[in-house]
């Protein structure tokens, strides 16, 4: 994204709390908000010094700040940079940063700071909570997926060979900051991908909100007003449902709209530059809403105004739409039963009565969705 840097004095950022007792903490939003970072972890932590973890792409753009932020606050710093892209939520890249970590010297009582998109946040999350067996961390996240979900709530983790997401800890951050002047130098792709995540907010629980974005999606694109506005009306949404229900025992369930689908597709591209994970998220959202109309939940209409919306911005609603394809009906099926959602066997998916009305359905017939799968496929 290219919008024009803005000069000035630092606006008064949009603040919301996630209220979790004696973990609360504030997710802080606004352009130019990352000058902060030093005195606002000086107030948390004093003392404390910072490992920043980033990956390479991040660290050339937004590395240098950082520590000058940090420096400011006179926190001392040390970086610890990865290879960009998903494939370093692994084994190898967890070692990796666990180990710098311990070099560093980085105790109890100091914090990570992740830089980065949710990769970041996942991978340098989880060496966080393993570390000396936990220690502190603060978000800074920097693609807008990352400033309206994966920083908040505390899912951090890797993936395995057999499916993604699937080793991790639930560790929440003591502090995001969400400056969204570092989204100007996302590549738009990026920056379309993580809108998918944003539309979902409106698509599993905001109709509002959905309307709301399907008029003024551009303006977000363009890094007009409405961008804030949308981050922290994504960001108040998951804090509410992250408050009540931390361990996705219910409700947080429903965040995973579109994932069973789209983790499978992302898996099946081998988590390749092909299908980017909110792209991933877009057709698997397009797909639930066909499969909730298929089950006659919602009608065709309401699913085809979701696949307007999604297919409006350049998201991929079709499968047709993954370059190089995806794997077969029995590859497909094979990675959905490794979904953490399947109890006992049961498939488990996020479904919609209508915009806006997602619910969690257990126990659904994997023959369906093979079927639906199989009528996808041969369409395209
Ligand atoms: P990402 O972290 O790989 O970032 C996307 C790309 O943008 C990378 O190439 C990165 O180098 C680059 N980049 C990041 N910030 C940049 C910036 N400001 N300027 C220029 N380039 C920048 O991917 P993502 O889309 O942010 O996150 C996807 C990951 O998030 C997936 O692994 C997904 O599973 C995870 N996720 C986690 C949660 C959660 O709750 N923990 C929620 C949603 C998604
Ligand atoms: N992104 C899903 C969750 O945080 O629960």
């Given at each position: 994204m290219t919008a024009p840097l803005r000069q000035g004095p630092l606006a008064e950022p949009i603040m919301v709390p996630v209220a979790l007792g004696t973990r609360a903490y504030d997710i802080v939003i606004g352009r130019g908000q990352l000058a902060s970072l030093g005195s606002r972890i000086g107030g948390l932590r004093p003392g404390a010094k910072c490992a920043?973890?980033?990956?390479?792409?991040?660290?050339?753009?937004?590395?240098?700040?950082?520590?000058?932020?940090?420096?400011?606050?006179?926190?001392?710093?040390?970086?610890?940079?990865?290879?960009?892209?998903?494939?370093?939520?692994?084994?190898?890249?967890?070692?990796?940063?666990?180990?710098?970590?311990?070099?560093?010297?980085?105790?109890?009582?100091?914090?990570?700071?992740?830089?980065?998109?949710?990769?970041?946040?996942d991978l340098a999350g989880f060496a966080a909570a393993s570390v000396r067996r936990?220690?502190?961390?603060?978000?800074?996240?920097?693609?807008?997926?990352?400033?309206?979900?994966?920083?908040?709530?505390?899912?951090?983790?890797?993936?395995?060979?057999?499916?993604?997401?699937?080793?991790g800890a639930f560790h929440q951050p003591v502090l995001v900051i969400a400056d969204t002047a570092l989204l100007d130098t996302l590549p738009e792709r990026d920056f379309r991908a993580g809108y998918a995540e944003m539309a979902k907010f409106g698509l599993l629980g905001d109709a509002a909100f959905f309307t709301w974005l399907e008029a003024n999606w551009r303006d977000i694109f363009a890094g007009g007003p409405g961008r804030e506005h949308a981050i922290a009306v994504c960001c108040r949404g998951k804090a509410g449902i992250v408050a009540r229900d931390e361990r996705e025992t219910g409700e947080r369930a429903l965040l995973n709209l579109g994932?069973?689908?789209g983790h499978a597709l992302e898996a099946g591209c081998g988590f390749s530059s092909r299908l980017l994970h909110g792209e991933a998220v877009a057709l698997g959202t397009a797909l639930a809403f066909e499969f909730s109309a298929r089950r006659g939940l919602i009608s065709a209409a309401?699913?085809?105004?979701?696949?307007?919306?999604?297919?409006?911005?350049?998201?991929?609603?079709?499968?047709?739409?993954?370059?190089?394809?995806?794997p077969g009906v029995d590859a497909l099926m094979d990675l959905i039963a490794q979904d953490k959602k399947v109890k006992r066997g049961r498939l488990t998916f996020i479904l919609v009565r209508g915009?806006?009305?997602?619910?969690?359905?257990?126990?659904?017939?994997?023959a369906q969705v093979r079927a639906f799968l199989a009528d996808k496929l041969a369409q395209q």
């Amino acid at each position: 994204m290219t919008a024009p840097l803005r000069q000035g004095p630092l606006a008064e950022p949009i603040m919301v709390p996630v209220a979790l007792g004696t973990r609360a903490y504030d997710i802080v939003i606004g352009r130019g908000q990352l000058a902060s970072l030093g005195s606002r972890i000086g107030g948390l932590r004093p003392g404390a010094k910072c490992a920043i973890v980033a990956d390479a792409t991040v660290a050339k753009h937004h590395l240098a700040a950082t520590e000058a932020a940090l420096k400011s606050a006179g926190i001392a710093s040390s970086a610890i940079v990865v290879p960009p892209g998903e494939g370093s939520k692994s084994y190898a890249s967890f070692e990796t940063v666990c180990e710098a970590i311990v070099a560093a010297r980085i105790e109890r009582g100091d914090l990570v700071v992740t830089l980065g998109g949710g990769v970041i946040g996942d991978l340098a999350g989880f060496a966080a909570a393993s570390v000396r067996r936990g220690l502190d961390f603060v978000q800074v996240p920097t693609t807008l997926l990352a400033q309206v979900d994966s920083s908040v709530g505390g899912k951090t983790g890797i993936n395995s060979r057999q499916g993604k997401n699937l080793i991790g800890a639930f560790h929440q951050p003591v502090l995001v900051i969400a400056d969204t002047a570092l989204l100007d130098t996302l590549p738009e792709r990026d920056f379309r991908a993580g809108y998918a995540e944003m539309a979902k907010f409106g698509l599993l629980g905001d109709a509002a909100f959905f309307t709301w974005l399907e008029a003024n999606w551009r303006d977000i694109f363009a890094g007009g007003p409405g961008r804030e506005h949308a981050i922290a009306v994504c960001c108040r949404g998951k804090a509410g449902i992250v408050a009540r229900d931390e361990r996705e025992t219910g409700e947080r369930a429903l965040l995973n709209l579109g994932h069973t689908f789209g983790h499978a597709l992302e898996a099946g591209c081998g988590f390749s530059s092909r299908l980017l994970h909110g792209e991933a998220v877009a057709l698997g959202t397009a797909l639930a809403f066909e499969f909730s109309a298929r089950r006659g939940l919602i009608s065709a209409a309401d699913a085809a105004r979701a696949h307007a919306h999604l297919a409006a911005v350049g998201l991929p609603t079709h499968i047709k739409d993954v370059p190089g394809g995806v794997p077969g009906v029995d590859a497909l099926m094979d990675l959905i039963a490794q979904d953490k959602k399947v109890k006992r066997g049961r498939l488990t998916f996020i479904l919609v009565r209508g915009i806006g009305q997602a619910f969690v359905e257990n126990d659904v017939d994997a023959a369906q969705v093979r079927a639906f799968l199989a009528d996808k496929l041969a369409q395209q």
